[in-house]
């Protein structure tokens, strides 16, 4: 039997499904609570753009994000006030 061009191949991949193997998992932990003066949440380290903006960014930019985390974590004292 013939395919017909009307129907789709339900076996076919997504072509606009996302790429799994792109895909930046979100380094939130639940603690949602921003410091005024660092204006970071001290859960996560992130600030308020990057929160927002997280679902809208490319792989890239999230591991951008994710490789800036581990300073601020250190230097929390110092975003901390503390």
Do not use: H
Not at 33 to 53: F, H, M, Q, T, Y
């Amino acid at each position: 039997m013939d395919a017909r061009p009307d129907i789709p191949d339900p076996d076919a991949p997504d072509p606009d499904a996302p790429d799994p193997d792109a895909y930046v998992k979100s380094p939130c932990v639940r603690v949602c609570r921003v410091d005024p003066a660092s204006r970071l949440c001290v859960g996560c380290w992130r600030s308020l753009d990057e929160i927002a903006g997280w679902g809208a960014m490319t792989p890239e930019q999230r591991q951008a994000v994710l490789a800036a985390l581990p300073g601020r974590r250190r230097n929390r004292v110092s975003f901390l006030g503390r």
